[in-house]
């Protein structure tokens, strides 16, 4: 199995963007995916397949992948974005593995 | 609309077997996986496995292998996980999501749609 690492915590002001990072060896050879969890609810699906957002979630949200590196952008920051954000990957057998989650505050 | 509903809080003691279970609605059971994720107090999501209804494949953690065990029952679209014996480190809540999984430029596996969670409590 490997590790995704991210960032504890990111503060950011509202109207800011934010750039929540993830980095693991296996990035550049599979698809990562990015989850939003406000306390006491379940995640949501913000971005899969590195840069496709689903239905649903709003266009300031964005990912990019540079190779062992990704990086969930949220452009233009509201109150209603804090909450932790989750990477994930999986190997190639189907084994999923979820980074240590970031803490966005909005300031 | 897609649809996972979890069965509700468990209180149970040191020792004690537990199955909790997840039922989907709104699209075709067998076509898609469900995995399985446990969040401690404070902490972070932990996958644990995932099965595939349709033909019962499973895939489990190393983390978990050996310690809960996955399953499904496609008459009642409904998957389960299931502890023999549970330890006062197993309180959590486990959420049961839908798992997408194929290929196109790479392979994919990830989880669109997640059920509210299990709150499940060991005390002695």
């Not at chain 1, 840069?51 to 649903?56: D, K, L, V, Y």
């Not at chain 2, 990830?110 to 299990?118: A, L, R």
Request: glycine share 10%; aromatic share 12%.
């Amino acid at each position: 199995s490997y590790e995704l690492t991210q960032p504890p915590s990111v503060s950011v002001s509202p109207g800011q963007t934010a750039g929540i990072t993830c980095s693991g060896d296996a990035l550049s050879r599979q698809y990562t995916y990015w989850y939003q969890q406000k306390p006491g609810q379940a995640p949501i699906l913000v971005i899969y397949k590195d840069t496709e957002r689903p239905s649903g979630i709003p266009e300031r949200f964005s990912g990019s992948n540079s190779g062992t590196t990704v990086t969930l952008t949220i452009s233009g920051v509201q109150a209603e974005d804090e909450a932790d954000y989750y990477c994930q990957s999986a190997d190639s057998s189907g084994t999923y593995v979820f980074g240590g989650g970031t803490k966005l505050t909005v300031l | 609309e897609v649809q996972l509903v979890q069965s509700g809080a468990e209180v149970k003691k040191p020792g004690e077997s537990l199955k909790i279970s997840c039922k989907a609605s709104g699209y075709i059971f067998i076509d898609y996986w469900v995995g399985w994720v446990r969040q401690r107090p404070g902490k972070g999501l932990e996958w644990m496995g995932i099965i595939y209804p349709g033909d019962s494949d499973i895939k489990y953690s190393p983390s978990f292998q050996g310690q809960v065990t996955i399953s499904a029952d496609k008459s009642i679209r409904t998957a389960y996980l299931q502890w023999s014996s549970l330890k006062a480190s197993d309180g959590a809540v486990y959420f049961c999501a839908r798992g997408q999984s194929g290929v196109d430029y790479k392979t994919y596996y990830y989880m669109d749609v997640w059920s509210t969670g299990t709150t499940v409590t060991v005390t002695s």
